[in-house]
């Protein structure tokens, strides 16, 4: 009687660990098809994991292999406070596409390249 005691009080209690432990880091999978810079390094086409780290606010561009990653902080910006989306934006002349900002939800990176170009978007699922 003890363990099914037990196991009623302490089955809620994992349960709730590990909800808080999905909620601190999400990700997504985007695939961007074609090279694109960010800070100066080049980034193949490719899939991409943007995760964010909930509790501070962080977002993070990784490439498929993990050899290359990014982060940034995250703020309310001009995206809804209801949008759910993952998007990156690139600012595109030509061939060449340099990362402007990431989206993750309704929270956004400040604009991450300095040049005035056309925008072109990649949005997950």
């Known amino acids: 009687m003890g ?3 037990r196991n009623f009080v302490l089955a809620p209690a994992a349960m709730a660990a590990a ?3 999905t909620n601190t880091a999400m990700a997504e999978t985007l ?3 074609f090279t694109f810079t960010v800070d100066g390094k080049d980034f193949p086409a490719g899939l991409y994991s ?3 780290q909930s509790s501070q606010n962080l977002v993070t561009l990784i490439s498929k292999d993990a050899s290359q990653s990014f982060t940034w902080v995250v703020a309310p910006g001009d995206p809804a406070a209801t949008d759910t989306a993952v998007t990156l934006r690139f600012s595109e002349l030509g061939e060449t596409h340099a990362l402007r900002s ?3 939800g309704p929270l956004i990176t400040p604009r991450l ?3 005035a170009m ?3 978007i990649v949005t997950g699922q």
């Open 3 to 5: 363990s099914i005691l």
């Open 19 to 21: 909800a808080l432990a």
């Open 31 to 33: 695939k961007v098809p």
């Open 50 to 52: 943007v995760q964010r």
């Open 102 to 104: 990431v989206q993750y």
């Open 113 to 115: 390249d300095k040049r």
């Open 118 to 120: 056309p925008t072109r």
